[in-house]
């Protein structure tokens, strides 16, 4: 989940004269963190450099540090957590920065992004946080959907956030800005995708209160010669088989801790059905090579 403005960021750190501020220290720490492989099955992802960030991160709050890199640095220790299902470490992260957000207004859409002394920019890179914080919300919590959530449902006017590659070029301002009722059918970034990926969860898992793979109502899915009705978990776990087989084209770095979750179900669904063997056999391999480097997957 890009939520750093890659060129503001960075031409900070090249202003040779500045002091390093403990926020941007600590962002810069969990950052690292994010990009560390477990060097063995024994791997303990309370490495010290963990627990290093979350003194500074427990410091700083102390010390009434109100910035937007230090919530950026929170929001990059809870998705650390959640990948190696620390528990209950990422939920209480995950909630802090929720309420370090609204602290900090950015949870209010209109009246902060209609700031006009704020560049599109700064903007767009609140909007990214507070989205990133929701996503996350609902991630932490997707195993107890009876759980309150820290964050409330975003209505549908919400603005999504734009394109990635657009956001990181920090050029002209779109034209246009998608909101959460976009159809999903239109092109857009990872990260709006995701955001209206979070919203149906909040749709499905927190209103309805049942589990998203036990209804067996009919969805289409795309085979060979067209489309095909088939029970909603076995479509559920269908995408999912399709997902490991490209994984052998990504980096295991471009892989998200997030897809752990959906993998899991699919193979205890084709366990409970007794079917697919091939599929289960799958499946446990894209876990097994995701374990490599989040502990979630193990």
Same mark, same amino acid.
């Given at each position: ?6 060129? *503001? ?8 004269? &500045? %002091?390093?501020?403990? +926020? ?7 950052? *690292? ?25 427990? $410091? ?50 209109? &009246? ?9 920019? /700064?903007? $767009?890179?609140?909007? %990214? ?17 009876? %759980?309150?959530?820290?964050?409330? /449902? !975003? ?7 734009? +394109?990635?590659?657009?956001? $990181? ?11 959460? @009722? ?10 709006a995708r995701f955001a209206q990926t979070a919203h149906l969860s909040d749709i499905y898992c927190y209103?309805?209160? /049942? ?6 109502? !009919?969805?289409?899915? %795309? @085979? ?14 269908h995408n999912a088989f399709k997902i490991v087989e490209n994984f052998a084209s990504l980096s295991l770095?471009?892989? &998200? ?18 079917? &697919?063997? $091939? ?20």
């Amino acid at each position: 989940m890009p939520t750093v403005a890659k060129k *503001r960021f960075f031409r900070y750190l090249l202003k040779l004269l &500045s %002091r390093l501020r403990v +926020d941007t220290a600590l962002l810069i720490v969990a950052m *690292r963190l994010m990009t560390i492989f477990p060097l063995d099955s024994g791997f303990d992802p309370e490495l010290p450099m963990y627990l290093a960030a979350k003194r500074m991160y427990a $410091e700083a709050e102390a010390v009434g540090i109100l910035t937007l890199s230090f919530l950026q640095a929170g929001v990059l220790i809870s998705i650390y957590e959640y990948g190696h299902t620390m528990y209950p470490a990422t939920f209480f992260t995950t909630a802090a920065c929720a309420r370090y957000a609204a602290l900090l207004g950015i949870d209010k859409e209109r &009246s902060l992004f209609e700031d006009p002394s704020l560049t599109w920019v /700064e903007v $767009e890179e609140k909007r %990214r946080v507070w989205w990133a914080i929701l996503i996350m919300d609902r991630c932490v919590n997707i195993g107890c959907p009876s %759980r309150t959530l820290a964050t409330n /449902e !975003p209505s549908l006017n919400s603005p999504l956030p734009v +394109d990635d590659a657009v956001w $990181e070029e920090a050029g002209d301002m779109p034209d246009n800005i998608l909101t959460l @009722s976009t159809a999903a059918s239109l092109e857009m970034g990872q990260l709006a995708r995701f955001a209206q990926t979070a919203h149906l969860s909040d749709i499905y898992c927190y209103s309805a209160q /049942e589990p998203y793979l036990g209804e067996n109502d !009919p969805m289409p899915i %795309r @085979s060979g010669d067209g489309f095909h009705l088939i029970s909603k978990p076995q479509a559920i776990a269908h995408n999912a088989f399709k997902i490991v087989e490209n994984f052998a084209s990504l980096s295991l770095e471009a892989i &998200s801790p997030f897809i752990t979750h959906l993998l899991y179900k699919s193979v205890v669904y084709f366990a409970g059905s007794n079917s &697919s063997p $091939e599929i289960q056999e799958t499946l446990k391999a894209g876990l097994a090579m995701l374990d490599t480097k989040w502990r979630a997957a193990g």
